[in-house]
């Protein structure tokens, strides 16, 4: 990765650790500490290969609102 030129590092997070304001829903706590996870991998990876050039970011998706998920928001 480092030798091609704009070397870049795509990854995708879900929603549960996007919601503004953060949403806690009942019964994805590990789901949660799983994308929580993979928030700080994240921010761990591109400090490190910063000083090679490599980006390192996130797409983070929201999600579609419907009956389910409206049910265990309330």
Known sequence: MKGAGR???PI???MSSVTRPP?????????AASKAGVKGI???AALEYAR????VNSAEMGFVRTHPIDVSLT
């Open 23 to 31: 949403v806690a829903v009942p019964l994805l706590s590990d789901y």
């Open 42 to 44: 994240i921010k761990s």
């Open 7 to 9: 070397p870049r590092a």
């Open 52 to 55: 090679l050039g490599i980006t």
């Open 12 to 14: 995708t997070a879900i």
